[in-house]
């Protein structure tokens, strides 16, 4: 997987990969962390992205997410709707050959259960629901680090409907002196414990700051 080249990357690489840097919310150049110094580029302060909560920054890009990790982040929004989907999926196709070959009425119930199985998949996993988790997937492995903070936590009423989140979390971070929100749904109950004002961590995508999660992407 190549990485797209943007204004910011050259800023942010470093051939330490032991040297800790921090995103200045100032300027939005990725810096080298010298406790008590200002952002060498641009003289703003580093101490509200130093004092977050959640401890270091994120490392360096690509990062390395465990399967649980992305299936958190990239799952349908009805399990059970899409394993149906799927089981009929696979039902019509193993149909097919036999009602070409030998029984042709199989034929007609080899297309219905591969319609209901297309269907199935397509609403329980909308298009666009794909695109956005596809959009945080991408900021958690290739993104900027951004000191945030949390401004809410809703609980979800019906998590069966939300893919199975639990919670969302909304958060806000600034890039290049840009107030930028964000929003995560999350399956994790032990985020139904936090509390708005709660400083985090947050990554984005260079070129679609818009395109943002929570590090680390779990509890």
Do not use: N
Request: aromatic share 6%; glycine share 8%.
């Amino acid at each position: 997987m190549r990485r797209a080249r943007s204004s910011l990357d050259a800023p942010y690489l470093t051939t330490e990969s032991s040297e800790l840097r921090i995103v200045c919310p100032g300027c939005g150049h990725a810096v080298p962390v010298s406790a008590g110094a200002p952002c060498m580029k641009c003289g703003a302060s580093l101490e509200a992205a130093l004092s977050a909560a959640r401890g270091p920054p994120p490392p360096l890009p690509p990062r390395r997410l465990t399967r649980a990790q992305r299936a958190a982040v990239s799952r349908p929004r009805l399990h059970k709707h899409y394993v149906l989907g799927t089981l009929a999926l696979w039902a019509g196709v193993m149909l097919l050959p036999v009602g070409l070959l030998f029984v042709r009425p199989l034929l007609l119930q080899s297309a219905i259960f591969i319609g209901m199985g297309v269907l199935f998949r397509r609403t329980s996993w909308p298009v666009a629901l794909r695109r956005e988790q596809q959009r945080q997937l991408k900021a958690l492995v290739w993104g900027l680090p951004a000191a945030a903070e949390l401004t809410r936590v809703e609980r979800q009423v019906a998590p069966s409907l939300h893919a199975g989140r639990l919670v969302r979390l909304d958060y806000v971070f600034t890039v290049h002196g840009q107030r930028v929100e964000g929003s995560l749904p999350s399956p994790h109950a032990v985020d139904l414990l936090r509390r708005p004002g709660e400083r985090v961590w947050a990554v984005y995508a260079a070129e679609d700051p818009g395109a943002s999660a929570l590090w680390p992407p779990g509890p």
